[in-house]
C-alpha cells in the first residue's frame, strides 16, 4: 500500500479521545465514513474543530503501515451551535449513531450524507426536535436498506397489520400480537414513512402521546436488525415521561 495525502470534508459522527490525547474520529463525507487519528491532538487547535456534529474539512495522511489516517489538518467548514441543547443534542447523538452503525468506510453514499445533514439542520431549527428524529431515523434506515414489510404481518404474513411487533419492532396482526393497536396517525407514519418525501412527513407530526410507542420499535428493530445503539438509554428516559401520561 502507498501512502498518500486526501483531502475530504464531512461531518464528525463520532469522537473519542484516548489516554494519550490522540483524538479518534469519525466523518461521514459524500464519500462514505472516514475514520482517522489526530495524534495529540486534545492538546492543539484541532481539539475544538474535530467537536462531534462540526462540519469540517480535514487533510489526512494514509501511510503504508498504519490502517487509521492521520489528521494533519482541519478547518471548520460548519457549526450548529443549537445542536448543544440538551434535547436537541440527545436526538442529533442518536442519528449520529444511527450514521455510524448504518454505513461502511469506503462506501460512496453521498445521498446519506446529505440526508444526514439536512437531518442536522432540521434538528437544529426546527421546533420540534423528536418528531426530525424520527422522521430521519426511518428515512436513514430505509437508505440503507432496512425498509419494513408493513403490508403484511411480520410473521403470519396476514395483509394489513395494525399492531405492534414487542420483539422484532415491525407490524403484527392482531392475532400474532398481544398488544392493542397502533392509533390512526402512528400507523399511517408507519406506512408511509418510507415513501413519502421528508417534508411531507414533517408536516404532518404524530401526537406526542403517540411517539413512545413509535420509538420502542425503532429501538426493537434496530437492535434486532442492524446492532445495538448506545444513545437510545440517552434518550428514552426523556421519552418516557410521556409514556406514563394516560391516553
Ligand atoms: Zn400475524
Not at 58 to 85: C, F, M, T
Not at 173 to 187: D, I, N, V
Amino acid at each position: 500500500m502507498r501512502s498518500r495525502t486526501a483531502n475530504r470534508s464531512g461531518i464528525v459522527i463520532r469522537r473519542r479521545v484516548t489516554p494519550a490525547g490522540d483524538i479518534i474520529v469519525t466523518l461521514l463525507t459524500p464519500q462514505g465514513k472516514l475514520k482517522a487519528v489526530a495524534r495529540g491532538g486534545v492538546r492543539g487547535p484541532l481539539a475544538s474543530r474535530l467537536n462531534l456534529f462540526h462540519h469540517v474539512g480535514v487533510q489526512v495522511y494514509q501511510g503504508p503501515h498504519n490502517d487509521l489516517a492521520s489528521v494533519k489538518q482541519a478547518i471548520l467548514e460548519g457549526a450548529l451551535p443549537r445542536l448543544a441543547e440538551p434535547e436537541r443534542y440527545a436526538f442529533a447523538h442518536l442519528l449520529a449513531e444511527f450514521a455510524d452503525a448504518l454505513f461502511q468506510e469506503g462506501e460512496f453514499s453521498d445521498q446519506a450524507f446529505d440526508l444526514f445533514a439536512g437531518a442536522l439542520r432540521g434538528l437544529s431549527h426546527q421546533p420540534d426536535p423528536e418528531w426530525v428524529a424520527l422522521v430521519l431515523s426511518h428515512k436513514l434506515l430505509a437508505l440503507a436498506g432496512f425498509v419494513q414489510n408493513t403490508a403484511h404481518c411480520a410473521r403470519c404474513r396476514a395483509p394489513a397489520p395494525a399492531h405492534p411487533d414487542p420483539l422484532g419492532g415491525q407490524l403484527l396482526c392482531g392475532k400474532c400480537s398481544s398488544l392493542p393497536a397502533y392509533p390512526t396517525e402512528a400507523l399511517a407514519f408507519l406506512r408511509s414513512v418510507v415513501r413519502q418525501t421528508v417534508r411531507v412527513s414533517m408536516d404532518a407530526p404524530v401526537p406526542h402521546a403517540q411517539r413512545p410507542a413509535l420509538w420502542r420499535a425503532l429501538e426493537r428493530y434496530v437492535t434486532t436488525h442492524v446492532g445495538d445503539v448506545k444513545s437510545w438509554r440517552q434518550l428514552l428516559p426523556t421519552a418516557a415521561p410521556i409514556a406514563s401520561v394516560p391516553a
